[in-house]
């Protein structure tokens, strides 16, 4: 069965500083997806960004670039000159090609600090 | 903009009443899903449908039933609450996508079973 794991229950950062958030995940697939979601306190998930397994460059949104190592199974996110608004619950997810639904990580609460 | 409402915020029920949370759609979209969300845990997936009618179990279907009599309206249905089943459900869309389409998701509904 496919797992994902966000080994950190929590971070904190500072305000415009830079902060990564991890993730790695089992599978034996070689076409897949992975995600990150936000969840801000009391509102609705949002996809962050997301990743084609079968592309080498990594995905990039605005402030937001994930490190994707597929040999080593890790898809990390991370959140350059970090603001407020960013404070949220980040959850790492995969879905199988073709699959329509995904896994998810335990999730990670961003603090951001002023 | 693609809107998921769940009918309920926030619900309190005793042990053995049948709970029903709704769900609905605007975006035509074929998948639906139930989510379950716990601290440590994640999100994890209850069951999903893709189609009127249609629907599969997830990874926690036990205690739980589904229901997608129109493609808009995906209703989950726990026919003996019980406190065990005391957490925050989220229910989610997404379009048909020969990978993985973007999930969007409701706001939540948290279920309280005393």
């Known amino acids: 069965a496919q797992t994902v794991t966000q080994s950190q229950p929590e971070m904190s950062v500072q305000e415009a500083e830079t902060v990564t958030l991890s993730c790695t995940y089992d599978t034996s697939e070689s076409d897949y997806y992975l995600f990150w979601y936000k969840q801000p306190p009391s509102r609705q998930m949002i996809l962050v960004i997301r990743?084609?397994?079968?592309?080498?460059q990594n995905a990039t949104e605005n402030r937001f670039s994930v490190n994707f190592q597929k040999a080593a199974k890790s898809f990390s996110l991370k959140i350059s000159d970090s603001q407020l608004g960013d404070a949220a619950m980040y959850f790492c997810a995969y879905s199988i090609w073709g699959a329509q639904k995904l896994v998810f990580g335990q999730g990670t609460r961003l603090t951001i600090n002023p | 903009d693609v809107k998921v409402t769940q009918s309920s915020r926030y619900l309190v029920k005793r042990t053995g009443e049948k709970v029903f949370l709704e769900c609905v759609q605007d975006m035509d979209h074929e998948n639906m899903f139930w989510y379950r969300q716990d601290p440590g845990l994640g999100l994890r997936l209850i069951y999903f449908?893709?189609?009127?009618?249609?629907?599969e179990k997830g990874d926690i279907p036990e205690g739980y039933s589904v229901s997608r009599e129109k493609k808009e309206r995906f209703s989950l249905i726990l026919e003996s609450a019980s406190t065990n089943q005391t957490s925050m459900y989220l229910c989610?869309?997404?379009?048909?996508?020969?990978?993985?389409?973007?999930?969007?998701f409701g706001e939540g509904s948290r279920l309280t079973v005393l």
């Open positions: 449908s893709y189609d009127v009618k249609m629907k």
């Open positions: 989610a869309s997404s379009p048909y996508d020969r990978g993985a389409g973007e999930l969007f």
């Open positions: 990743q084609e397994a079968y592309k080498q």
